[in-house]
């Protein structure tokens, strides 16, 4: 007998009033497990407002120091009453208490007394931090508190946006107050241009001026020095002149008595040789009469001689004598002069006596003159380095003053100017500075899209867990024929597989036009379900088989596994160590990832690999389930045993 046939007689065998309505129910175990489950979870954050929440504002308004009110908490309320994320309830702190407590509210929501205080302080050197606080109850819904992380998110972007937009705000407002005194500044600063203009100028012609002043005063300072030279030394002459006069004086008196005393001695000379002089003249005459009177002297050699002789001294005494009157007349003309000089000392000694004390104090005033002006060419110097000093300082404040007024018109071009609609545009824009553009390659949408791939591998599997439960695993009467192993497996399997793909089809039908799955690829996600049905059914026929009842167990513990370390809850990266090492061996992760491609999109290679890796689980197990049928044929004392019943 072939396996389609023993398939189908397993499948007439449901007769009666209720027995045929079996496979009906068996189709529709997928469909009650996974569309309920997803019915009940398809979009719980779209449903967010109907959860009861109890909000207390305790908030008192507040201002900022530059006295800009803020009423955060209002602000805060308006925003919660816009948003409709809950279902909010404005209560006091009383009620919203006893209301957690008794399970009418999810969480509470409270406002306090400082949290408008808090924000003010933001344009503060030293801000505080406001505060929201939201006290939960796991005692009433775990997962309500969950959802409280979405709520606390947009409470606080929308605090933070409410805070940034009054912070923008004074900003801006600070903003035009000091484009306003950057205003006056620009022109202190040009006013301060032009007045460092002046006094460089001013500086300049002051350093010019001390520069000839003082090479003037250089010059009449080594003027007067000579002139204090000039003055000491004419002074030192007429102090020697008036100490030589007196001394002068009686050389004078000396030369005169001298001059008297060669005069009388010239004048005596004069007269003796005038007397010799007579008496030579005498003797010649005598002489030249003695030879008329002695003859014989005429020829005599020694009277020649003789005569000679006194003639010689009568020409020499003459000679003399004319020396001796000239000698006189100087004599005489010396005496004169030494009278002169005797006079022309003492005046000289009276003049130089009169001379000294004026040319004293000229001499005091040349010194004083002199040291004066070394004096002020030292000043002028000192005048002229600070003019110098003066000049750079001047020029260095030229500078300062040019680039002070560059800086403050440069920051003034930067200082933003808006008007009022400018300004609430940037307070809209930096109020929520950072705008984020989510997108997604293969976007799932609600939560229950996202989730179907779990949901409806598990339905498949706990289809498996319910199929034997109706149906025979192995037909027994082939099983005791001659019917190869391999046909009465798949004979075994067949009924079950075609019910679970029946189911698969309706659970995915109803759910795409009941809850709006829209796969992106519908095909596919039916021939994958197809695959996967096959492949669990395989699995659980097979451990039914050859463990009997105990088989059941061991699926339910399989498919306990499987909900941990398929991955279709969470990323695999966050279980435990255990679960990720099973994950790659575990059917359902691939039935959980390949329709996680054909409902949302993505690689069709992922889809082609997990329908390979599934139809292998499948062809693996139909032939572990044919060799356990091959062993059953052999009987055993172990099978006389009854089969355990659950």
Same mark, same amino acid.
């Given at each position: %007998?072939?396996?389609?046939?023993?398939?189908?007689?397993?499948?007439?065998?449901?007769?009666?009033?209720?027995?045929?309505?079996?496979?009906?129910?068996?189709?529709?175990?997928?469909?009650?497990?996974?569309? %309920?489950?997803?019915?009940?979870?398809?979009?719980?954050?779209?449903?967010?407002?109907?959860?009861?929440?109890a909000?207390?504002?305790?908030?008192?308004?507040?201002?900022?120091?530059?006295?800009?009110?803020?009423?955060?908490?209002?602000?805060?309320?308006?925003?919660?009453?816009?948003?409709?994320?809950?279902?909010?309830?404005?209560?006091?702190?009383?009620?919203?208490?006893?209301?957690?407590?008794?399970?009418?509210?999810?969480?509470?929501?409270?406002?306090?007394?400082?949290?408008?205080?808090?924000?003010?302080?933001?344009?503060?050197?030293?801000?505080?931090?406001?505060?929201?606080?939201?006290?939960?109850?796991?005692?009433?819904?775990?997962?309500?508190?969950?959802?409280?992380?979405?709520v606390?998110?947009?409470?606080?972007?929308?605090?933070?946006?409410?805070?940034?937009?009054?912070?923008?705000?004074?900003?801006?407002?600070?903003?035009?107050?000091?484009?306003?005194?950057?205003?006056t500044?620009?022109?202190?600063?040009?006013?301060?241009?032009?007045?460092?203009?002046?006094?460089?100028?001013?500086?300049?012609?002051?350093?010019?001026?001390?520069?000839?002043?003082?090479?003037?005063?250089?010059?009449?300072?080594?003027?007067?020095?000579?002139?204090?030279?000039?003055?000491?030394?004419?002074h030192?002459?007429?102090?020697?002149?008036?100490?030589?006069?007196?001394?002068?004086?009686?050389?004078?008196?000396?030369?005169?008595?001298?001059?008297?005393?060669?005069?009388?001695?010239?004048?005596?000379?004069?007269?003796?040789?005038?007397?010799?002089?007579?008496?030579?003249?005498?003797?010649?005459?005598?002489?030249?009469?003695?030879?008329?009177?002695?003859?014989?002297?005429?020829?005599?050699?020694?009277?020649?001689?003789?005569?000679?002789?006194?003639?010689?001294?009568?020409?020499?005494?003459?000679?003399?004598?004319?020396?001796?009157?000239?000698?006189a007349?100087?004599?005489?003309?010396?005496?004169?002069?030494?009278?002169?000089?005797?006079?022309?000392?003492?005046?000289?000694?009276?003049?130089?006596?009169?001379?000294?004390?004026?040319?004293?104090?000229?001499?005091?005033?040349?010194?004083?003159?002199?040291?004066?002006?070394?004096t002020?060419?030292?000043?002028?110097?000192?005048?002229q380095?600070?003019?110098?000093?003066?000049?750079?300082?001047?020029?260095?404040?030229?500078?300062?003053?040019?680039?002070?007024a560059?800086?403050?018109?440069?920051?003034?071009?930067?200082?933003?100017?808006?008007?009022?609609a400018?300004?609430?545009?940037?307070?809209?824009?930096?109020?929520?500075?950072?705008?984020?553009?989510?997108?997604?390659?293969?976007?799932?949408?609600?939560?229950?899209?996202?989730?179907?791939?779990?949901?409806?591998?598990?339905?498949?599997?706990?289809?498996?867990?319910?199929?034997?439960?109706?149906?025979?695993?192995?037909?027994?009467?082939a099983?005791a024929?001659?019917?190869r192993?391999?046909?009465?497996?798949?004979?075994?399997?067949?009924?079950?597989?075609?019910?679970?793909?029946l189911?698969?089809?309706?659970?995915?039908g109803?759910?795409?036009?009941g809850?709006?799955?829209?796969?992106?690829?519908?095909?596919?996600?039916?021939?994958?379900?197809?695959?996967g049905?096959?492949?669990?059914?395989?699995?659980?026929?097979?451990?039914?088989?050859?463990?009997?009842?105990?088989?059941?167990?061991?699926?339910?513990?399989?498919?306990?596994?499987?909900?941990?370390?398929?991955?279709?809850?969470?990323?695999?990266?966050?279980?435990?160590?255990?679960?990720?090492?099973?994950h790659p061996?575990?059917? %359902?992760?691939?039935?959980?990832?390949?329709?996680?491609?054909?409902?949302?999109?993505?690689?069709?290679?992922?889809?082609?690999?997990?329908?390979?890796?599934?139809?292998?689980?499948?062809?693996?197990?139909?032939?572990?389930?044919?060799?356990?049928?091959?062993?059953?044929?052999?009987?055993?004392?172990?099978?006389?045993?009854?089969?355990?019943?659950?």
């Amino acid at each position: %007998m072939t396996a389609i046939r023993l398939a189908v007689l397993e499948l007439r065998g449901f007769r009666g009033p209720l027995r045929r309505f079996v496979p009906l129910v068996l189709c529709l175990v997928p469909l009650l497990y996974g569309a %309920m489950y997803l019915w009940a979870n398809w979009d719980p954050y779209g449903k967010t407002g109907h959860i009861p929440v109890a909000v207390v504002n305790e908030d008192h308004p507040a201002e900022t120091r530059q006295g800009q009110r803020v009423d955060a908490g209002a602000q805060v309320v308006t925003e919660l009453k816009a948003s409709r994320q809950f279902d909010w309830a404005f209560v006091d702190e009383a009620a919203a208490r006893d209301g957690l407590e008794r399970g009418r509210y999810a969480f509470t929501i409270r406002i306090p007394a400082d949290f408008s205080a808090g924000l003010a302080t933001g344009p503060d050197t030293r801000p505080e931090q406001a505060r929201i606080h939201i006290l939960l109850n796991d005692a009433n819904n775990y997962i309500a508190g969950v959802m409280t992380e979405v709520v606390e998110a947009k409470l606080q972007e929308q605090v933070n946006s409410a805070a940034h937009e009054a912070y923008v705000r004074g900003v801006y407002g600070r903003l035009a107050d000091i484009g306003g005194k950057l205003d006056t500044a620009a022109q202190a600063a040009q006013g301060l241009v032009n007045a460092t203009t002046v006094a460089q100028q001013g500086s300049s012609a002051a350093a010019g001026a001390s520069a000839t002043l003082r090479f003037g005063s250089t010059q009449l300072a080594d003027g007067a020095q000579k002139l204090s030279q000039a003055t000491t030394q004419v002074h030192a002459a007429a102090t020697a002149l008036g100490e030589a006069a007196p001394p002068l004086g009686a050389a004078a008196d000396a030369v005169v008595s001298a001059a008297t005393l060669v005069t009388q001695g010239v004048d005596a000379v004069h007269t003796a040789t005038s007397t010799v002089k007579q008496g030579t003249a005498k003797a010649v005459t005598d002489l030249d009469q003695l030879p008329a009177a002695h003859p014989e002297l005429g020829d005599d050699p020694l009277f020649q001689r003789l005569r000679q002789d006194v003639t010689a001294a009568d020409a020499a005494a003459g000679q003399i004598d004319g020396h001796a009157a000239t000698a006189a007349g100087n004599a005489h003309a010396a005496l004169q002069q030494a009278v002169g000089l005797r006079r022309t000392a003492a005046a000289v000694q009276q003049s130089a006596q009169n001379a000294q004390t004026p040319l004293a104090l000229v001499d005091s005033g040349a010194r004083s003159i002199a040291a004066g002006t070394a004096t002020v060419s030292t000043g002028l110097s000192a005048l002229q380095q600070g003019s110098v000093a003066l000049q750079t300082a001047a020029d260095q404040a030229h500078n300062g003053a040019t680039t002070l007024a560059t800086v403050i018109d440069d920051g003034k071009k930067q200082v933003p100017v808006l008007d009022s609609a400018q300004l609430e545009h940037a307070a809209e824009v930096l109020g929520t500075p950072v705008a984020i553009d989510r997108s997604n390659l293969h976007p799932a949408g609600v939560y229950g899209r996202g989730l179907a791939p779990f949901f409806f591998g598990i339905a498949l599997w706990v289809f498996g867990l319910f199929a034997y439960l109706f149906l025979r695993p192995v037909n027994t009467r082939a099983l005791a024929a001659r019917t190869r192993a391999s046909t009465v497996a798949v004979a075994g399997w067949l009924p079950a597989a075609a019910l679970g793909v029946l189911g698969a089809v309706i659970l995915y039908g109803v759910v795409s036009a009941g809850l709006g799955l829209h796969a992106a690829a519908p095909w596919t996600t039916v021939l994958l379900l197809t695959v996967g049905a096959a492949a669990f059914i395989a699995i659980d026929h097979c451990l039914r088989t050859a463990f009997g009842t105990a088989g059941d167990v061991l699926s339910l513990v399989l498919l306990i596994l499987q909900l941990t370390a398929s991955g279709g809850l969470y990323p695999m990266q966050t279980t435990p160590a255990p679960f990720q090492a099973v994950h790659p061996f575990l059917p %359902m992760t691939y039935l959980v990832d390949g329709l996680r491609v054909t409902i949302s999109g993505g690689p069709s290679s992922h889809v082609i690999r997990d329908i390979a890796v599934l139809a292998g689980f499948g062809v693996l197990f139909l032939v572990l389930t044919s060799l356990a049928l091959r062993r059953r044929r052999v009987w055993t004392v172990a099978r006389l045993h009854p089969d355990l019943d659950l």
